[in-house]
């Protein structure tokens, strides 16, 4: 299939939708060395359902796709019954991000879909057990997340994958899209690292550097591409995409509402754009400055602009 139809199937039309990305609460059963939520799983208490479905009510005037995530949100036994709700009010897309560990039960993940949801988003952030399981902090989290994937391959629904992308894992990003596109994953997304919560903590074994991240993202992209599957990128600015420009997603993330535990964000990509990125002198001058976001700010913060060479090519039109 062509990946233009495939990414149609995956993200259905996104300019045309706004999404609102629901954390139903900071409680995890893995403990990722990057998890940009940190400690908030030993301080913020979960939603309750009522409070869920009230924050699904309020925001269907203005959204139709939904996100729920958290923390871990299946490690609450009330997703199925959110699901419905979602589904009751309208919201057409219905996505579930997740750790993906619950998933190894098929009899759950058929609860799931008869519930309404239609998009699953598992992570994956290494290409074997031994990898994965050490940044996940969790010993049987790769099995039983491949697992998950297997189980809703079979059951024919669309897997939208995160790969963080972190130190250890750089030199794998190539054979995690190989695993991934194998398995049969629609889109293969890879995320730089934001250097927040505990990723700044540990942020000398976590953070890499751009330079060593791009020709690494450059195969990454070019198999699942290959495999005739969407490849997706976050937090990777321009100067290190060339020739694989189209992947980020800056290009086309929809319109999104955040509800963060008592924090709402009316539109996370003025958010984003505006608090959570930065661009430098070197942007100044770069042709490319109308489509990029730059960096997470931390990065240069702590390693500099010196990475950073502005492009001189004509950039992607404005649409």
């Known amino acids: 299939m062509d990946e233009t139809i495939l990414h149609a199937v995956a993200d259905q039309a996104l300019g045309a939708t706004r999404k609102l990305d629901l954390k139903v609460g900071f409680r995890c059963n893995n403990h990722c060395t990057f998890c940009v939520q940190g400690d908030k799983r030993d301080h913020t208490a979960d939603l309750t359902t009522d409070e869920v479905k009230e924050r699904l009510e309020k925001a ?14 299946t490690i609450r036994d009330d997703i199925p019954e959110i699901a419905k709700h979602a589904r009751s009010l309208g919201y057409h897309t219905i996505q579930l991000q997740t750790n993906g560990r619950r998933l190894a039960y098929r009899n759950y993940c058929e609860t799931l879909i008869a519930a309404g949801v239609n998009r699953f988003n598992p992570s994956i952030h290494g290409h074997i057990a031994s990898l994965h399981d050490k940044l996940t902090g969790s010993r049987g989290a790769f099995d039983q997340a491949i697992r998950g994937i297997q189980n809703l391959v079979a059951l024919r629904q669309i897997v939208l994958t995160q790969t963080v992308i972190v130190r250890d894992n750089v030199p794998h990003l190539p054979e995690i899209a190989q695993l991934l596109v194998q398995l049969g994953v629609v889109q293969v997304q890879f995320a730089f690292v934001h250097a927040i919560g505990t990723a700044a903590a540990t942020w000398d074994e976590t953070v890499p550097r751009y330079r060593d991240v791009a020709p690494q993202v450059a195969i990454a992209v070019d198999r699942v591409r290959a495999a005739r ?79 950073f060479v502005a492009r001189t090519d004509p950039p992607l039109p404005v649409t």
């Open 60 to 73: 269907r005037s203005q959204c139709d796709r939904l996100v729920l995530t958290g923390g871990e949100a």
């Open 229 to 307: 599957r969407t490849a997706v990128t976050e937090a990777i600015p321009f100067c290190f995409l060339h020739g694989r420009e189209t992947a980020a997603c800056e290009l086309r993330t929809p319109s999104t509402m955040v509800y963060d535990g008592q924090i709402t964000i009316g539109d996370y990509g003025k958010y984003r754009f505006e608090e959570g990125k930065i661009r430098g002198p070197v942007c100044e001058t770069c042709t490319w400055n109308v489509r990029c976001e730059g960096p997470w700010r931390e990065y240069p913060a702590r390693f500099g602009w010196e990475e």
